[in-house]
């Protein structure tokens, strides 16, 4: 009986966690780097049965492949660290990074030696059979999705080369993360000036799907909302670089910031409070 594959996951958080799940399932050893990471992360690696190779450099020396899925603007820190370590096998960039962030990786990784694989995942993370899925592109892209076919993460391969996956998870998240951001933006705005309660009688009337949207905008991110910065500005740039206004998204980042201290709550916050966080900031 062969080997199983060892793939390195970098790393267990929320979103990495349920990639984790997707390799174990599909019969991968997969290994961890636990130096420097908190018990929260560490508990969720163990449930879901990953390996401790306890340092990067530990895991870059066992693992064929490795799988980096961090904060955006952690991305270019992890694979400078892993091609500084010499990686010479596979390196999947699976963040919400601009076009232009994922080529630079890609040059740090094969200039170590190694081979790169542009990915991007959309939708949520919760372990759920298809709720989410992992896009990739490269000459390995085929190779890496053999590693992920169990599920709960879906791989789909695409036909352009990199940075095609990274291209299509800022064209989703650009749109889906900042229109959500505008709708906080929008009701904070509202609840100032003394209107919030007959926009969203209005909303019901016009655009009866508003109301509940708004609200889903807190609830499904202002714990998150830490991520999320990062993710806009990368979007920011990708927009700049192809020649179209980065100002939806540089002010999109600004909302999310305003909800950074929400980070690790149990609960989200009430829509009202969120809103009044979001106006502290406010001119006068």
Do not use: C
């Amino acid at each position: 009986m062969s080997e199983k594959p060892v793939v390195g996951l970098l790393h267990p958080g929320e979103m990495g966690s349920a990639v984790g799940a997707t390799l174990v399932a599909s019969g991968n050893r997969v290994l961890w780097a636990s130096a420097g990471r908190g018990a929260r992360t560490r508990e969720r690696a163990a449930g879901l049965g990953l390996d401790d190779a306890g340092s990067l450099e530990a895991l870059v020396k066992h693992a064929a492949t490795i799988v980096s899925v961090a904060p955006p603007h952690a991305a270019l820190d992890v694979a400078r660290e892993v091609a500084g370590l010499r990686f010479r096998g596979t390196f999947v960039d699976a963040n919400a990074i601009a076009t232009e962030t994922a080529m630079a990786i890609k040059r740090l990784i094969e200039d170590a030696g190694g081979r790169f694989v542009d990915g991007g995942i959309i939708g949520p993370a919760n372990r759920k059979p298809g709720a989410a899925r992992i896009y990739l592109a490269g000459p390995e892209a085929a190779a890496v999705k053999r590693l992920l076919d169990a599920g709960p993460v879906t791989p789909i391969v695409l036909p352009g080369a990199p940075p095609a996956a990274s291209a299509l998870k800022i064209a989703y998240g650009g749109w889906n993360k900042a229109s959500q951001a505008l709708l906080m933006a929008i009701r904070a705005y509202a609840l100032a000036e003394g209107v919030d309660e007959a926009l969203l009688a209005e909303w019901s009337l016009s655009q009866p799907d508003l109301p509940a949207r708004s609200q889903r905008a807190v609830n499904d991110n202002a714990r998150k909302a830490w991520r999320f910065v990062g993710e806009m500005e990368e979007d920011a740039r990708a927009l700049a670089d192809a020649g179209l206004p980065a100002g939806f998204h540089e002010a999109a980042a600004d909302i999310y910031q305003r909800l950074a201290a929400y980070k690790d709550m149990a609960t989200p916050p009430a829509v009202a409070e969120a809103l009044a966080e979001l106006l502290k900031r406010r001119r006068g």
